[in-house]
C-alpha cells in the first residue's frame, strides 16, 4: 500500500567536490566557480530564472540559480571543499553527467568524495 501511495516530484543529488591529490593547495577562487556553473548551465540557459552569488559570508561563497526544471546550489568553503545540490523535476536526468562532470571540467583538478542520490515527492517517497 504504501508503495501504492508514492508519488515521486523531483530528483535531488548532492555531490562533495575537493582538490584533486597533489592539487590540495591550488587556490579555487569565486570568479572560477562563477565560470564553472555557468559552463554547466549552458544547455539550460534559456531557461534560468533567477541566479544569485552570495558572498561575504566567511571566506567562501553560495551561488544559487533557478530554474523552471529544478536549481543547483553551489557551496564553496573558501578553501578546496564544493558542494553541489541539484534537484531536478524530471527524475531521468544525470546530475553527474550533466551538471558536476562538466562543472569539475572547468575548475580542473577536482575529485568526487561523495554522491547522494534522494528522490523527492510525497507519500514518504
Request: hydrophobic share 40%; proline share 3%.
Amino acid at each position: 500500500q504504501q508503495f501504492s501511495e508514492q508519488r515521486p516530484l523531483a530528483s535531488q543529488t548532492i555531490f562533495q567536490l575537493d582538490r584533486a591529490d597533489g592539487h590540495e593547495n591550488d587556490a579555487i577562487s569565486q570568479s572560477q566557480l562563477v565560470n564553472a556553473l555557468d559552463f554547466a548551465l549552458e544547455p539550460f540557459q534559456d531557461s534560468l530564472n533567477a541566479n544569485d552569488v552570495f558572498a561575504g559570508l566567511g571566506t567562501g561563497i553560495l551561488l544559487v540559480h533557478v530554474w523552471a526544471e529544478g536549481h543547483i546550489i553551489v557551496l564553496w568553503d573558501g578553501s578546496s571543499r564544493v558542494d553541489l545540490n541539484i534537484l531536478t523535476y524530471d527524475e531521468s536526468v544525470d546530475h553527474k553527467s550533466k551538471f558536476a562532470d562538466p562543472f569539475m571540467d572547468k575548475i580542473g583538478d577536482m575529485k568526487l568524495l561523495l554522491q547522494d542520490e534522494m528522490p523527492r515527492g510525497t507519500g514518504r517517497v
